[in-house]
Each structure stands twice: as structure tokens, then as C-alpha cells.
């Protein structure tokens, strides 16, 4: 997946939706914006602690900015080949799972458009949603370094409507009943839940520009 998302929504809505209270102190500094979601940035994540389920505040990079720290501009952002010992280690524990609550998640158009405007042709940004759940939930797990806690996003086969943009993988949309199950049972029940959400539940739309506008075309 090309690494945006977005949250549009209020952190009231995750309360209420995932029946959750905060864990965290909401960020209060400007550069925290959970509607918008990219690598190395902070998000607004479900998770279990003890016996109750609460809302977190996370990084996106689930390797802890190790990338970042060494000059490498790339976050661990997605997982799919879960039995890897490393991944492992932290899937199979319950208390590392965690649900990431999305309104949108965005891949890039496989083919570059001409906006007719002189410039080099681009890819647009697709965005896809859900239309049984307008706040869904993406199946994930994090770790926790020193004072700060990291996450990454579970991908697993495209499905219809995804492949023909992005054929090799999607994020693991979570059914409502699934939730609990993501988060409290064994490693084999998460294996199973790492399945593409039903194409006929969902919506795209695009390619849509957000850094250029279309021209008309003299004829």
C-alpha cells in the first residue's frame, strides 16, 4: 500500500464506536494530525491493557524510527509475512495486537494521468472506503520502545476491487465481530482474520490530484 490513510473523525467517535476509553494523554502540539495519516506520524490506536480497552496515541513504524535514525527515509509501516520469527514474537502475544481506526486508505493509480497543464503526467491518488462500516477497523500490532509506542498495519491478498490498482497486497479491513477475536485470541485465529474485506462492500473514487488541478483541453 503506498502509506496514507486518513481518520476523518473526532477521537469521541473511536470511543464510542470501540467502546474504549483514553490510555493516553491526547498530543496536544501542532503537528499531530490524526486525520491524516502517513509514515513516521501519529495516529490514534485501539488496544487492549489489562481489562479494559482503551485508545493510544502511536507512531507509525513499527521498527521504532530505526530507518529514520540511520538517514533511511522509509518506515515499517505494513506486514504481511506474519510468521517471521520478528513478527512473530509480537503477533502471537494478545497484548500487542491492536485495531487502527480508518475512514479512507489511499494507493496510488497504476497508470500516470496528463493533466494537460505542460507538466510531467502523475499518478493520482485512489481512495477507498467501507460502506457497512464508515469508521472501520484495520487489523494490527505494536511494540513498545523506551516511552514510545509504535504500530504497524497487517496486509494480506487484494481483493477485486483492489487488485487492478494494487495487485500485490491490501491492509486487513476487520469485521465488527472480528474485533475481539483480533485482539484476545490465539495465533492461528489471527492467521485466519488476515483476509481481503469483501470487494462488494466497498467503494473508490479517483484518481483525484491533490498538488495539481486538471486544465481544460483547447480543441
Not at 100 to 110: G, H, M, S
Not at 119 to 135: A, L, R
Not at 183 to 201: E, I, K, M, N
Request: aromatic share 10%.
Amino acid at each position: 500500500m503506498c502509506n496514507r490513510a486518513r481518520f476523518d473523525g473526532e477521537p469521541e467517535t473511536i470511543t464510542e464506536r470501540f467502546s474504549a476509553e483514553w490510555l493516553a494523554a491526547k498530543p496536544m502540539d501542532n503537528r499531530f494530525d490524526p486525520k491524516e495519516l502517513r509514515p513516521f506520524g501519529r495516529a490514534y490506536v485501539v488496544r487492549n491493557e489489562a481489562d479494559r480497552r482503551g485508545l493510544d496515541v502511536m507512531e507509525w513504524d513499527v521498527l521504532a524510527g530505526q530507518a529514520k535514525q540511520s538517514s533511511r527515509k522509509i518506515a515499517q509501516t505494513n506486514v504481511r509475512t506474519l510468521h517471521l520469527p520478528q513478527w512473530r514474537s509480537l503477533v502471537t502475544d494478545p497484548a500487542n495486537r491492536c485495531l487502527i481506526p480508518l475512514t479512507e486508505f489511499c494507493e496510488w493509480a497504476r497508470e500516470p494521468t496528463d493533466l494537460g497543464d505542460g507538466k510531467k503526467p502523475i499518478k493520482g491518488e485512489m481512495w477507498f472506503g467501507v460502506t457497512d462500516q464508515p469508521v472501520f477497523a484495520i487489523a494490527g500490532f505494536w511494540r513498545q520502545v523506551s516511552e514510545q509506542r509504535y504500530f504497524a498495519m497487517v496486509t494480506c491478498d487484494a481483493n477485486e476491487l483492489v487488485a487492478p490498482i494494487h495487485p500485490k497486497a491490501m491492509i486487513t479491513i476487520l469485521r465488527p465481530d472480528d474485533h475481539e477475536r483480533w485482539l484476545t485470541g490465539s495465533y492461528d485465529d489471527v492467521l485466519s482474520l488476515q483476509r481481503p474485506y469483501p470487494a462488494d462492500r466497498m467503494t473508490v473514487r479517483g484518481p483525484v490530484f491533490p498538488t495539481r488541478t486538471p486544465t481544460s483541453r483547447l480543441i
